[in-house]
Structures are given as C-alpha cells and as structure tokens.
C-alpha cells in the first residue's frame, strides 16, 4: 500500500503560481513513477504531469507544457507540482498518483494509488 497526501492547493488570480506538494508513505517510493491529474466539475479526470522512477524523465500534457513542473525528491518521498502562470481553465481538483509499472503515464489505470486531491481555483 501506498499513501498520498497532497496539498498546496487554494484560490488563485490568473497569471499567478501554486505548488502543490504530493507525501508518499507506505511502500519504497522510489519504486514509483509520480503522475498528477486534475478533474474539472463534469470532465473526466485527465493527465497533467508525470515524472520516472529513476532516471527522472518528465512528461506533460500540452495543456501545461511550458508552465507546470513536476519534480520529485526521494529523500523527503514527495513529489511537487509548479503551477506558474495560472489560468482559470486549470481550475480544477488535482491528484497525485503513484504508477508502479513506470509506463504509460498518462494512463490513469496504470496508477494504482491516489491520493484524496486538493482544488485548484484560478478566478480571472
């Protein structure tokens, strides 16, 4: 088992930055790649973010290239997500989850834990 909690999350004006924090306990979790996703009030969940086990390669949705960053330190078993220049269509509540096989990263059934999720609100 694995536990995520994540946090960060708030009201923001657009144009403005957030990062949310993603606490891992539970089993080795550097045996994990790291995805966020984010829901929308009537939208399906999709995928914003990922980043490998171990040799650190990110990927992102086009949504958020050039703006959010996710990173991951091992030693705090956390992972973030940098969310600058914030519009209202991120508006949403954003997970954390933890891929054990290390492929498919924007395949939300290859995530076998989540976390709780934590809102993201970008008033305009």
């Known amino acids: 088992q694995v536990q995520l909690v994540e946090s960060g999350g708030g009201l923001v004006q657009a144009g403005g930055s957030l990062r949310l924090s993603c606490a891992a306990s539970?089993?080795?979790?550097?045996?994990?790649?790291m995805g966020w996703f984010r829901q929308a009030p009537g939208k399906e969940r999709q995928f914003v973010a990922a980043?490998?086990?171990?040799?650190?390669?990110?990927y992102y949705a086009d949504s958020v290239k050039g703006r959010f960053t996710i990173s991951r330190d091992s030693a705090k078993n956390t992972v973030y997500l940098q969310m600058n220049n914030l519009k209202p269509e991120d508006t949403a509540v954003y997970y954390c989850?933890?891929?054990?096989?290390?492929?498919?990263?924007?395949?939300?059934?290859?995530?076998?834990?989540w976390g709780q999720g934590t809102q993201v609100t970008v008033s305009s």
């Open positions: 980043i490998s086990r171990r040799n650190l390669r990110t």
């Open positions: 539970g089993r080795t979790f550097s045996n994990y790649a």
């Open positions: 989850a933890a891929n054990p096989l290390n492929i498919n990263y924007d395949v939300k059934s290859r995530y076998d834990y």
